[in-house]
C-alpha cells in the first residue's frame, strides 16, 4: 500500500490487516525469511486455531544463527499473563483467521506494538496454538524496531506505564465486547 504513513509500526499493520483480503493472515516483516514450508505447515493448524505462532531461528543481518530456536530463549508458550509480562507472540510468526478481527481491530491508541495485543487478545476470546517448529528466520540488526529475544532497553517506569495501559485497553475491549455480544442476544 503506497502513499502512507504511520506514526507506529502497529499502525502500519492495522492498515495492511484492514486492507487484507484472505481468510488467513500471515504477518511478514520485510528483512525477515519465511522457510519453504511455512503455509503449509500453517494451513491444517489454521482450521482448527484462531492464532498459530511459530517457533523461529533468530538470526544477524547476514543470516548467520544466533539462537536456533526463539521459543526456547523465550520460553514461549501459550498463557495470558505469561504473555503479558514476557510476550512470546512474535508477529513475523503469526498466522490466523481473517475472523478475528471482529475483536482485535482496531488496535487501541497506546499500544507499542501490534503483535503482543493480537495474541494476548486471542488468550482470552480465542484459541492460539504454538507450533513448536522454526518457519521463519527472524533478522536481528540494529535497526530493529523491537527488542524481542534481547534485554530491553526500555526503563522500568516505561514497562510499568505500557503494561498498565495494555491492561487497561485488554479491560475496556472485554467489556465492549460483551455488551455488543449481550445487545445480539
Known amino acids: 500500500l503506497e502513499n502512507q504513513s504511520f506514526r ?6 492495522e492498515n495492511a490487516l484492514n486492507n487484507a483480503s484472505g481468510d488467513y493472515i500471515f504477518l511478514c516483516d520485510q528483512d525477515d525469511v519465511w522457510l519453504s514450508d511455512k503455509v503449509e505447515s500453517f494451513i491444517p493448524l489454521l482450521n482448527n486455531y484462531d492464532l498459530v505462532v511459530s517457533d523461529c531461528r533468530v538470526v544477524n543481518a547476514d543470516l548467520g544463527i544466533i539462537h536456533d530456536s526463539f521459543f526456547k530463549i523465550m520460553n514461549s508458550g501459550k498463557g495470558f499473563w505469561k504473555n503479558f509480562f514476557k510476550n512470546t507472540y512474535l ?10 478481527f471482529s475483536y482485535i481491530l482496531p488496535f487501541p491508541p497506546n499500544i ?3 503483535d503482543i495485543w493480537i495474541g494476548l487478545v486471542v488468550e482470552l476470546r480465542g484459541v492460539p496454538f504454538f507450533l513448536h517448529k522454526p518457519t521463519s528466520l527472524y533478522r536481528r540488526h540494529g535497526e530493529n524496531a523491537s527488542y524481542a529475544g534481547e534485554k530491553s532497553k526500555n526503563s522500568i517506569f516505561y514497562k510499568i506505564k505500557y503494561r498498565f495501559n495494555l491492561l487497561q485497553s485488554l479491560v475496556k475491549r ?3 465486547i460483551k455488551k455488543y455480544e449481550k445487545g445480539k442476544e
Request: glycine content about 4%; overall charge positive.
Open 8 to 13: 507506529s509500526p502497529a499502525y502500519n499493520f
Open 91 to 100: 508477529g513475523c510468526c503469526i498466522a490466523f483467521r481473517k475472523e478475528i
Open 174 to 176: 472485554q467489556i465492549l
Open 112 to 114: 507499542a506494538m501490534h
